[in-house]
């Protein structure tokens, strides 16, 4: 069971408001804070409360679900709720933590919230390692088992769609999450998103080349956008 999850529902369709609140109200680890028929009216809200979940539909009048989940701040985590399932693709673009298609079923919307509790335990933590400066790891879940993965293990993250796999120097962790996520809770003096796929440790790095960089056995090609500040970070 993760902390309580503040969420609010953005829908244009009372119908499909009064739905999901049913289905909130059945999860405990969900609090109802807000409900809101448009994305204006929910910015509005948002400017003076803090919220960490946004259950939000994709086709409404004026902002669509879309627009508004790339303004929002990157600690929220968003689950669209959509009838469309030609939206999935670009819901990855806004690194939304899941895609429901409406008629919503009670079991993969619980499915879904067990996916955002696992994201928002891991933002919680690295709230808390802001503060505790001798923290040096993080708890991952993986195959219903939570791993204790320091920092100095890890040689390279991988992300693959909705998953990363995590590299240490003798196991690979596979577990849900987006890239961007986990790279936001990593310490930016050592680890750096080398190319869309890769996130590295540069302490791990032996050598290098134009287009390569090698760990171990490990060769992980440097992306053409991400190549200056690289040599930069690098080369002093």
Known sequence: MCD???????????IAREGLERLVYKNPVLELVGNF?????AAEYMRCNSVDLIFLDIEMPGTNGIDFA?????????VFTTAYSEYALDSYEVNATDYLVKPIEEQRFHKAVEKVC????????????????????????????????????????EGLKDYVIIQTGDRRIITKMYLRTIHELLPRSVFFRINKSYVVNLDKIESFDSNDVFIGKHEIGIGNAYKEDFYKRLIK
Not at 4 to 14: F, L, R, Y
Not at 37 to 41: G, L, N, R
Not at 70 to 78: A, F, N
């Open 4 to 14: 309580p999850v503040k969420c609010i529902i953005i829908d244009d369709e009372p």
């Open 37 to 41: 028929e448009s994305a204006e009216s």
């Open 70 to 78: 790339r303004k929002i701040p990157s600690q929220t985590l968003v």
């Open 118 to 157: 696992n994201y928002h335990t891991l933002l919680v933590n690295a709230e808390k390692e802001t503060v505790e400066a001798d923290v040096d790891f993080f708890f991952v879940k993986s195959e219903r088992r939570y791993y204790k993965v320091r920092y100095d293990d890890i040689l390279f993250i």
